[in-house]
C-alpha cells in the first residue's frame, strides 16, 4: 500500500471517529432537550393545577362572604370567578400543547383524562354558579335558612365532595408525571454517558493504533534516506539506498540511487558546460568589441548630425547676409529693392523657423517630454482638419487635394492635434514633390480594427534604393529636381515618430515618374463604447451618410 492509500485509510478512521462522536452528541443533545422539555410541560400542569386549587378556594370563601354581607362583596365574588375560569382556560390550553408535543414525538399519554377531568371540573363549577345565583335569590326574598340550606348541600358539600378530589387528582397525576420524566430524563443521561465514554475511548484507541501503525511504515524509509542523503552530500557516490518497495518513498530511495549514478556524468557535463562557457566568454568578447565599434560609428554620426544642422543652419544664415548686403551696396536704393530684399529675408527666416522648430521636436521626441492628451476622437475629423491645412499648402502650386472616403465616425484614441500634424507633413511632402497642377488624393477605410488613411501623389517618384532612408533624419533625395525642393528632410521622420506614438504604423511606395504612395494604419476603437469614454470624449451616435468627395485648387 502506498503512503497516499496510508494516509487517506488514517483520515478515514479519523473521520469516521468524529462522526461517530458527533451522532452521540447530536443524539444526546436532542434526547436531553426532549426531556427537559417534557418536564417543563409536567411542571407547567402542576403549577397550574395549583394555581386552579388556590383560585377555587377563593371562589369557595367569595361565595360565602357574598351570601353573607351581600352586595358589597360582589365584585370580590366576579373577580374570583374570572380568576377561575382563567385557570381552567390555561390548564387546558397547558393539556392540548402537551398532548401536540407528545404527538410530535410519537409518545402517548392520558392526555384523554387530563381533557375529561377538565370538562367535568367545568360542568361543576357550572353547578356551582347556579346554585350560588339560587342561594342569592333566596337570600334577597329574605329566606335566609332556606339559602343556607342551598349554599351547605350544593355548593360547600360539592366543593368538598367533587371538585377539590378532582384538584387533588390532576395535582397528583402531574407530580407523578413530573417524577417519571424526570427519572427516564436521569436513566438516558446514565445510559448516554456510557456509551459515549465507551465510543469515545474506542475511538482513541483506534486512532492511537492507526497513527502507531502509519508512523512505523513511515520512519524506516526515511532515515534510509535521510542516510543515503548524507552519504551522497559527502561525496560517497557508491552508496546505494537499501530500501526496494513499490510505494512513494521507494521510488524516492531509487531517485536518490539514480542520481548518485549520475552525480559523475554531470560532473563532466560541468566540465565540458566550463569550456562552453570559455567560448562563450569569448564570443561576448568579440561581440563587445563589435558594440564599442557601433559606438564609435554612432558617436561619428552624431558628429555627422551636428555638421548637418550646422549645414543647414548655415545656408539660411548666409542667404539673409547675402539678402541684407545686396539693398546697402552703391548707395540708396528704390523702395521696391527693399521691400524685395525684406521679402526674401522673411521668407529665409520662416524657413530657418521651422528648421529650428523641427530640431527642436526632434530633441523633446528623444527624451520624451513631448505631452500628448489621448481621448477618443473621430479620425475623420482629424482627416477632415488636416485636408483644409493641406488645400491652403497647395493653392500656390495650383494643386488639388481629391479627398474620397465616408464621413461615418471612425473612433480612435489619438492626441488630435498631434495626429494632425503628421498628416499635414504627409500632404505637404506630396504638394512638394507634386507637378503643378497634379491632384494629390487622400482616401481612408476601416477594417480589421485599423483605419487606413492613403495619400498618393503622381510626382516624381523615389528610387526604390532611397526608399528606406526617407524617414531618416535630414535625408533628402538624391535626384537634382528632389534636392532643389525646400525643406530641411525632417518632416517624415518627425511624421513617422508621431504615428508610433499613436501605436500606429506608416509604409511608403514610389515608382519613379509614377507616383509615391504613403499608408497609415491606426488602432481604431469600439464605437459602442463611445458613452463610457475614459478621456471624456463625446459620443456620437453612428450613422450612415453618403460618401463625399472634395477638392481644392
Known amino acids: 500500500m502506498g503512503i497516499r492509500s496510508r494516509i487517506l485509510v488514517f483520515q478515514l478512521i479519523v473521520v469516521a471517529s468524529v462522526l461517530m462522536m458527533a451522532a452521540i452528541v447530536y443524539i444526546t443533545i436532542r434526547s436531553t432537550t426532549y426531556y427537559m422539555e417534557r418536564v417543563q410541560w409536567a411542571n407547567n400542569q402542576l403549577e397550574a393545577v395549583t394555581a386552579l386549587t388556590v383560585n377555587a378556594n377563593r371562589y369557595s370563601e367569595q361565595i360565602a362572604e357574598f351570601l353573607l354581607i351581600g352586595e358589597p362583596e360582589r365584585a370580590d365574588y366576579e373577580s374570583a370567578s374570572a380568576e377561575l375560569e382563567a385557570g381552567f382556560d390555561a390548564l387546558e390550553k397547558l393539556t392540548l400543547g402537551e398532548a401536540e408535543f407528545l404527538g410530535r414525538n410519537s409518545e402517548q399519554e392520558n392526555d384523554g383524562d387530563e381533557i375529561f377531568r377538565i370538562m367535568r371540573m367545568r360542568a361543576l363549577y357550572g353547578e356551582i354558579s347556579k346554585a350560588t345565583a339560587r342561594a342569592v335569590d333566596l337570600r334577597n326574598q329574605g329566606r335566609q335558612e332556606d339559602a343556607v340550606m342551598v349554599f351547605r348541600r350544593d355548593i360547600e358539600n360539592r366543593f368538598d365532595a367533587e371538585f377539590e378530589n378532582i384538584l387533588e387528582a390532576a395535582r397528583r397525576d402531574e407530580a407523578e408525571e413530573v417524577a417519571r420524566a424526570e427519572l427516564q430524563a436521569e436513566a438516558l443521561w446514565r445510559r448516554l454517558t456510557w456509551i459515549t465514554a465507551g465510543l469515545a475511548l474506542a475511538a482513541v484507541v483506534l486512532c492511537f493504533v492507526a497513527a502507531f501503525l502509519l508512523a512505523r511504515s513511515l520512519m524506516r524509509p526515511i532515515g534510509l534516506l535521510t542516510q543515503g542523503a548524507e552519504a551522497i552530500g559527502r561525496g560517497e557516490l557508491d552508496h546505494r539506498i537499501g530500501y526496494d518497495s513499490s510505494d512513494e518513498l521507494g521510488v524516492l530511495a531509487r531517485r536518490f540511487n539514480a542520481m548518485a549514478a549520475n552525480q559523475e556524468d554531470q560532473r563532466k557535463r560541468l566540465l565540458e558546460a566550463r569550456a562552453d562557457l570559455e567560448r562563450q566568454v569569448t564570443a561576448r568578447t ?7 565599434q557601433r559606438l564609435t560609428d554612432l558617436d561619428r554620426l552624431r558628429v555627422q548630425f551636428l555638421a548637418d544642422i550646422s549645414h543647414e543652419l548655415r545656408t539660411p544664415l548666409t542667404a539673409l547676409r547675402g539678402e541684407a548686403e545686396i539693398p546697402l551696396r552703391h548707395g540708396s536704393k528704390p523702395e521696391a529693392v527693399y521691400r524685395d530684399a525684406l521679402e526674401r529675408i522673411v521668407t529665409q527666416s520662416l524657413e530657418m523657423s521651422r528648421l529650428v522648430d523641427d530640431l527642436v521636436f526632434l530633441s523633446r521626441s528623444e527624451t520624451d517630454t513631448i505631452r500628448f492628451e489621448p481621448r477618443r476622437t473621430d479620425l475623420v475629423t482629424i482627416v477632415n482638419d488636416a485636408v483644409h491645412d493641406g488645400e491652403i499648402l497647395a493653392r500656390a502650386n495650383a494643386i488639388a487635394i481629391k479627398a474620397d472616403y ?23 511632402n506630396a504638394i512638394k514633390y507634386s507637378p503643378r497642377g497634379r491632384p494629390v488624393n487622400l482616401s481612408m477605410t476601416a477594417s480589421d480594427g485599423y483605419a487606413h488613411i492613403t495619400i498618393r501623389d503622381k510626382g516624381l517618384g523615389i528610387p526604390a534604393e532611397e526608399i528606406p532612408k526617407v524617414f531618416e533624419r535630414f535625408y533628402r533625395g538624391r535626384s537634382p529636381k528632389t534636392s532643389r525642393q525646400p525643406g530641411s528632410g525632417l518632416g517624415l521622420a518627425i511624421a513617422k515618430w508621431l504615428i508610433e506614438k499613436h501605436q500606429g504604423e506608416i509604409t511608403l511606395t514610389s515608382e519613379v515618374g509614377s507616383f509615391t504612395e504613403v499608408v497609415v494604419r491606426i488602432p481604431s476603437a469600439d464605437a459602442n463604447e463611445a458613452s463610457d469614454d475614459n478621456f471624456g470624449a463625446g459620443a456620437t451616435a453612428s450613422r450612415k451618410k453618403p460618401r463625399v468627395k472634395t477638392s481644392a485648387a
Open 406 to 428: 465616408r464621413t461615418d465616425p471612425i473612433w480612435v484614441t489619438a492626441d488630435a492635434q498631434q495626429l494632425k500634424q503628421a498628416l499635414v507633413i504627409l500632404l505637404d
Open 286 to 292: 568579440a561581440e563587445l568589441a563589435a558594440a564599442n
